[in-house]
C-alpha cells in the first residue's frame, strides 16, 4: 500500500489562500487516482477533490472555480490550491489514495491537515 503524509494546513481570513500538499511513498505504482476529502465538526467526511492517474478532475460544487487539485508525478505529490476560502472550509483535510495491490482494492488516508478560515 502506500503512506501519505499532509502538510499546508493552517489559519487564513476569509478571502486567503493555501496551498496543502500530500506526499506519497511506498507502493506508488499500484494508485489509481488521489483526492482531497475534508471533515468539519459534527460533520461527515466529504469529497473535496480527486484526480486520476490520467489527470481528470473532478469536485464538489462547493470548490468548484475556487479550488485546484494538481499531481507532479516526478516527486509523487498531489496539491490542492485553494482560493477564495470562506468560513465554511473550515476542516480538518485528508488525502486520499485508491489503488489496487494483487487484484485487492485499497483506500489510503493521511493524518490530516487543519485549515481554518477566520471571518
Known amino acids: 500500500q502506500v503512506q501519505l503524509v499532509e502538510s499546508g494546513g493552517g489559519l487564513v481570513q476569509a478571502g486567503g489562500s493555501l496551498r496543502l500538499s500530500c506526499a506519497a511513498s511506498?507502493?506508488?505504482?499500484?494508485?489509481?487516482?488521489m483526492g482531497w476529502y475534508r471533515q468539519a465538526p459534527g460533520k461527515q467526511r466529504e469529497l473535496v477533490a480527486t484526480?486520476?492517474?490520467?489527470?481528470?478532475?473532478n469536485y464538489a460544487d462547493s470548490v468548484k472555480g475556487r479550488f485546484t487539485i494538481s499531481r507532479d508525478n516526478a516527486k509523487n505529490t498531489v496539491y490542492l490550491e485553494m482560493n477564495s476560502l470562506k468560513p465554511e472550509d473550515t476542516a480538518v483535510y485528508y488525502c486520499?489514495?485508491?489503488?489496487?495491490?494483487?487484484?485487492?482494492?485499497?483506500?489510503?488516508w493521511g493524518q490530516g491537515t487543519q485549515v481554518t478560515v477566520s471571518s
Open positions: 484526480i486520476t492517474r490520467g489527470g481528470s478532475t
Open positions: 511506498g507502493s506508488i505504482s499500484s494508485i489509481n487516482a
Open positions: 486520499n489514495a485508491d489503488g489496487v495491490v494483487v487484484f485487492i482494492n485499497y483506500k489510503a
